[in-house]
């Protein structure tokens, strides 16, 4: 057993087919299928089980998929610890962002960060939220912002921010009230991403809750798009004000405040369990703490609809 067949099947089990695979590693398919069926013969065990639709792991394949990440995040460490002992300097991190902040201040960030912290090399990763938190806990990120739910909270993640959502529509269509109960909103049809979306998420809980259905006109994963269907009157949306602000201030879509409750989401910063913490890793988190309280004080609206910040100051 060698670490690059541990990396092998690890990513085989990711992609969930072995071509998929052999390209994301760029390896040929029958030398990636060889070092697998090696490892095979030599646990004495099937790791992977063989369908039409590609590959899963076997009971065995599960168990050393978990010990193989926990395997190869430790060499990752070591090699940084060894680095750091040689006098390197240069220290890498991968970051992920969810689209809403990538889209508001990512590139800020990214300017800022190398302006800031030159001796950090960071790759950026933009995703959805519960996909980044996938990629954590995988090891294929060091850290990432990702909207989660209380219960789904790990001792290494940090709340950064709780943001208000706010109810979206086409100007034509906007209500006249400022303010819509959530009652109210659960009666529009609204378009909405998937099923894990912490939005989503959010608001089949409060449906369920008042017991009011929840009417869904699309289902979306591209926030431009459901921008670009909400303008057209085809359906409501709850987004954040700083995902939509260019467009609200266009006057091609039109915002109203939900109440009774208020919608919002906790924004945390989540990291890898078991990885060791870059030295730069805590001057990265303070310019990112300092970005988003900026933007908060920069916020045109007295009102703070955009974000109710709760930047703290641990880390």
């Known amino acids: 057993m060698n670490l690059r067949q541990l990396k092998y099947l690890v ?19 029958p030398a990636l299928g060889m070092q697998i069926r090696q490892l095979e013969s030599e646990l004495g065990v099937d790791l992977l089980i063989r369908h039409s639709r590609g590959v899963e792991p076997s009971e065995a394949g599960t168990l050393l998929v978990e010990r193989a990440r926990e395997i190869l995040s430790l060499v990752d460490a070591v090699q940084h610890e060894i680095s750091s002992l040689a006098g390197s300097s240069r220290e890498y991190l991968n970051v992920g962002l969810p689209t809403s902040v990538m889209a508001t201040m990512g590139p800020r960030l990214i300017l800022a ?14 995703d959805l939220s519960y996909a980044l938190a996938d990629m954590v806990a995988k090891a294929e990120l060091d850290l990432a912002l990702v909207y989660q739910d209380e219960e789904k909270q790990q001792p290494t993640d940090t709340l950064l921010l709780c943001e208000e959502l706010l109810f979206v529509v086409a100007p034509d269509q906007a209500p006249q009230q400022t303010q ?72 091609k879509l039109a915002t109203r405040r939900v109440v009774h409750p208020r919608l919002t989401r906790n924004l945390h910063w989540v990291k890898a369990a078991g990885r060791p913490e870059r030295k730069q890793e805590s001057a990265f988190i303070d310019l990112l ?11 045109p609206h007295g009102d703070r609809q955009r974000r109710s910040t709760q930047v703290r100051a641990q880390d």
């Open 11 to 29: 990513k085989i089990v990711e992609a969930g087919n072995i071509t998929r695979a052999a390209e994301l590693l760029h390896v040929a398919q």
């Open 113 to 126: 960060a190398k302006q800031r912290i030159p001796e950090l090399t960071i790759s950026f990763t933009e």
């Open 180 to 251: 819509l109960s959530l009652a109210d909103v659960l009666g529009w049809p609204l378009i909405l991403t998937g099923p894990r979306d912490s939005v989503r998420r959010l608001l089949e809980s409060a449906a369920q809750r008042l017991e009011t259905p929840l009417e869904m006109a699309f289902e979306v994963q591209s926030l431009a798009a459901i921008k670009h269907l909400v303008a057209q009157g085809l359906g409501a949306a709850i987004l954040p004000l700083a995902v939509m602000q260019d467009e609200v201030e266009a006057g």
């Open 289 to 299: 703490k300092e970005m988003l309280a900026a933007d908060d004080a920069d916020d």
